[in-house]
């Protein structure tokens, strides 16, 4: 299927990496989280995009890695025709003004 068929715009990387931590106790946090931020960081270099199901809430600034401009477009269209007051909004946002983004209907 096209890539721009669908809203999963990495179908053709050939690596997911999912990068997670568990800890029994509150103190243990810090090093894990600081720990798998050390591994992100040093495969940084080699990542291309990221995936929409992997994300923290708030996480917009980043739209881009998670989908290309083509359906991003088509994403907020349709939200602009199904969703125009935004109801659905706790998930990674596409808001439906596209004010914010560099293209015209």
């Given at each position: 299927m096209p890539e721009n068929?669908?809203?999963?715009t990495h179908r053709n990387k050939p690596y997911l990496i999912h990068i997670?931590?568990?800890f029994t106790s509150m103190e243990e946090a810090d090093n894990y989280y600081t720990c798998m931020?050390?591994?992100?960081?040093?495969l940084k270099p080699y990542a291309a995009g990221a995936d929409v199901n992997f994300i923290e809430i708030g996480d917009t600034d980043r739209l881009e890695e998670f989908?290309?401009?083509e359906i991003r477009h088509r994403l907020i269209n349709l939200k602009k025709h199904y969703d125009p007051e935004n109801i659905f909004?706790?998930?990674l946002n596409l808001k439906p003004d596209t004010t914010n983004y560099p293209w015209e209907d």
């Open positions: 068929h669908t809203a999963y997670s931590n568990i931020e050390n591994v992100w960081e040093k989908y290309s401009e909004r706790n998930n």
